[in-house]
């Protein structure tokens, strides 16, 4: 039995990762077998930087917090080496990345499954989730269709009013003659 000084750790621990997991927007469970410390740092970095916390945590702690906030079908994978990545505002942030290093890593890194809006979803759908355009690409995407109807109106309108003052000139042209 461990001491109470582990156990009030442990249990912290517990609590901390089960409040985050509650509060966030999404987050992604990894296996990161195999992986350099280079990569591994470079990973961090761009996670760091999307606002997505990473980090390492045993597996029992994990299954204990994930099952406080209802999460209970990550249990079967949580086995091997897992991490976990927890973006409390961006839905997507934390897939895109991790997808766009495991696809790069040539099976040395995988994704295990995620959880969106309190909901487990499988490593395809978090997949699925990494190839969503970002925000401002969705945006982008957008205004070019709001853009682009009332601007093939206009065009159209143009061609219309073109070709009416094409007949007009031509009508009238054999009358001078």
């Known amino acids: 039995m461990p001491n109470a000084a582990v156990l009030k750790e442990k249990q912290a621990i517990v609590a901390e990762l089960a409040e985050k997991m509650?509060?966030?927007?999404?987050?992604?469970?990894?296996?990161?077998?195999g992986i350099t410390v280079a990569n591994d740092t470079k990973l961090r970095r761009d996670l760091r930087n999307a606002g997505v916390e990473y980090s390492v945590v045993k597996n029992t702690l994990t299954k204990l917090a994930a099952n406080q906030v209802g999460f209970n079908d990550i249990d079967e994978f949580l086995n091997g080496t897992t991490a976990i990545a927890i973006s409390p505002s961006d839905p997507i942030a934390?897939?895109?990345?991790?997808?766009?290093?495991?696809?790069?890593?040539?099976?040395?890194?995988?994704?295990?499954v995620g959880f969106v809006d309190g909901k487990v979803i499988s490593a395809k759908e978090v997949e699925e989730l990494a190839t969503i355009p970002s925000r401002e690409g969705l945006l982008t995407q957008l205004l070019y269709c709001l853009t682009n109807g009332p601007r093939g109106l206009a065009v159209a309108l143009n061609a219309i009013a073109e070709k009416n003052s094409e007949g007009t000139a031509e009508t009238e042209a054999p009358a001078e003659a």
């Open 22 to 33: 509650k509060n966030a927007s999404a987050g992604v469970l990894v296996d990161y077998k």
């Open 94 to 112: 934390a897939a895109k990345i991790l997808y766009n290093y495991a696809k790069d890593s040539n099976g040395a890194f995988s994704i295990k």
